[in-house]
């Protein structure tokens, strides 16, 4: 059965007839899905659609962008992405356009995958958001063909039912559950290893306006082992939210108990093994460091507190949070000047520009801050990064970047490591390793004759 079949049946079914297409085990040929935004969301689910024998449009509103997908060259780093654009392009299950209506028309899904920005006051930007939505609805207007409207960007718990049920519902001049549905399917895929969690998630949260949507939603994802959680949109939007927000705060705890650690001589990483075994806490995502970075945790925490500010239950803790991962990175620069004394005019190799590995972005990357910090004292910093050079340099023109660790390390009176590349496990046993290395990650193995300092040992090494 072919899911537009099913979607068309189910949209136009009443009483039982309606209930059993819900409960059906939906097996789907093939769906015509249009994914709106190429960055990593999209691009992912765009990819992971496609691999899946549907047919996918990916639209995105810069030409030189799409220009690249059609030729089957990713915009950004992510392993794997490129071979698989590449392969999925060249079987013809895969394109790109700039045209969302024409794309639009002729789909059963249109996954909403836009960027939602901050706003100055910490507030979600959902510009990108509602364009989108008004010219999908457009696009519908004429259209007989029912279709379902799927936001996996992350938006701010109410989104759906209030910007886009009456967005879509203005720009199609249709009644959302009569033809067009909305659904809410977050997306919880990591930098790094995107692909393969889309491939692969570890849970699937479907939100819909009614259970013909949800159905439908549901037919897209025939083979999945994983759990499946149903709920309402708000709650979905929610789930999102309480994930990224429970991550960014056991990484701050993390950091709050290793600087007390650090003060009292402790390892947090022993301290880790020994909390970690208890099933209600974990070992995951309590690496202390410099805190976190990206494109998610920190837009997204300072995006909650905002609404709890606005819902008049303002979050003591998520703003906690934030600012202790404000001062995270500053921790380094402290250690360094405790090691050598000021820094004015000490050459530093600053290690890792990327806000974590296997990614070249730099969004809320950690060693930002650092590199600031440096400069304003006075030192000469020499950065590298296998991968986020270039995005470091777009941030930051007058950083002085090298090509190689070998370079970055030329004379250097320390270093200084935000990023755990591979490539610097080895630093401390390196010919070439300066005198004192400073570690914000604990990404550098034991050994070598450098004064090693991280944050997180307690000063055992
Ligand atoms: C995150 C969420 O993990 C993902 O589920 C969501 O969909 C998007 O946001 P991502 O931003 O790609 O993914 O990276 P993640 O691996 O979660 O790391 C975020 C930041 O936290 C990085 O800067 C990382 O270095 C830091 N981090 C992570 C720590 O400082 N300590 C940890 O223990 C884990």
Known sequence: MNVRSVAELAHSAHGPMRRAISRHPLVIDMAEIVVVGGGYVGLCTAVAFAEQGH???VIDVIPEKVARIK??????YEPGLEESLQRLISARVLDATTDLAASVRKADFTFLCVGTPQGPDGSQD??????????????????QRSHVVVTKSTVVPGTARDVVVPTLEHGSGKRVGAGIGVGSN????????????ARHPDRIVVGATDETT????????PGASCPRIDVDCTSAEMIKYAANAFLAVKISFANEMANIGDKLGVDW??????????PRIGHLFLRAGIGFGGSCFPKDVAALSH????ARAPSKLLDAVLEINERQPLRVVEMLEAALGPVQGKRIALLGLAFKPDTDDVRESRARPVWQALVARGAEVACYDPRASRGFSALEPRADIRTTLAESLEGAHAAVVCTEWPEFHGLAARPDAPPVIIDGRRAVAPGGRSRYLAIGDGGAR
């Open 186 to 197: 977050p997306e919880f895929l990591k930098e790094g290893t995107a692909l393969q969690d």
């Open 307 to 310: 609404v709890g500010r606005e």
């Open 71 to 76: 030729q089957g060259r990713a915009p950004f």
């Open 269 to 278: 990483n022993h301290v880790v093994r020994g909390i970690g075994d208890d």
């Open 126 to 143: 959902l510009s990108y958001l509602r364009k989108a939505t008004e010219e999908v609805g457009k696009a519908l207007r004429n259209s």
């Open 55 to 57: 047919r996918v449009t």
């Open 214 to 221: 949800r159905a439908a939603i549901w037919s897209l994802y």
